[in-house]
């Protein structure tokens, strides 16, 4: 199986938070989105599990995907 490398945008479901970023790699769009959800919840519960993390799969969205490695060179997603 080829995999291709795909950026992810993810959010918390509720709209509230950073954008969390990360490239991953996988097989197709689908399941670009799934592992990019996962990577963002592996990120945002810092190795907590079970009741002691704070969110879980359903508290992320994919907001976007793109092709490929990009690389983000400003991101600025809350004002001062």
């Excluded at 950026?7 to 950073?18: N, R």
């Amino acid at each position: 199986m080829t995999l291709t490398t795909f950026t992810v945008f993810c959010q918390q479901a509720d709209q509230l938070g950073t954008i969390h970023i990360d490239s991953v790699e996988a097989a197709d769009l689908a399941s670009a989105i799934q592992a990019g959800r996962e990577q963002c919840l592996a990120d945002w519960n810092g190795g907590s599990t079970g009741t002691d993390a704070p969110f879980t799969l359903e508290d992320i969205h994919c907001l976007g995907v793109a092709e490929g490695d990009v690389r983000i060179l400003h991101w600025e997603d809350q004002t001062d």
